[in-house]
Nanobody, 120 residues
Framework: QVQLVESGGGLVQPGGSLKLSCAASGRISVVDAMGWYRQAPGKQRELVAFVASDESADYADSVKGRFTISRDSAKNTVLLQMNSVRPEDTAVYLC??????????????WGRGTQANVCS
């Protein structure tokens, strides 16, 4: 299966920046879509951004113009650059990777999450 290692969360003041990283490893043949979701206390998990294999990307309306998702296909890594963060961006951020495995199966894998706290 796919193993995901996330990093980059932490504490930041409103208006500041954070950069999240997620690296996928395992018996991966091809990585398809890679994305970031978030879940705040008492709220449902929501999509923040995803990037497809052709590097086309889409964003939640709440983060458009502030967050940028990118991927390094050679390293099976997805990044989320978070700028102009707001208190409502506070959440656990989870990486999601969809991949085709060398075994011929497909994998839809979630990371354990990294906490981002935005507070003054």
């Amino acid at each position: 299966q796919v193993q995901l290692v996330e990093s980059g969360g932490g504490l930041v003041q409103p208006g500041g920046s954070l950069k999240l990283s997620c690296a996928a490893s395992g018996r991966i043949s091809v990585v398809d879509a890679m994305g970031w979701y978030r879940q705040a206390p008492g709220k449902q998990r929501e999509l923040v951004a995803f990037v497809a294999s052709d590097e086309s990307a889409d964003y939640a309306d709440s983060v458009k113009g502030r967050f940028t998702i990118s991927r390094d296909s050679a390293k099976n890594t997805v990044l989320l650059q978070m700028n102009s963060v707001r208190p409502e961006d506070t959440a656990v951020y989870l990486c999601n990777v969809k991949a085709h495995m060398t075994t011929g199966s497909d994998s839809d894998c979630w990371g354990r999450g990294t906490q981002a706290n935005v507070c003054s």
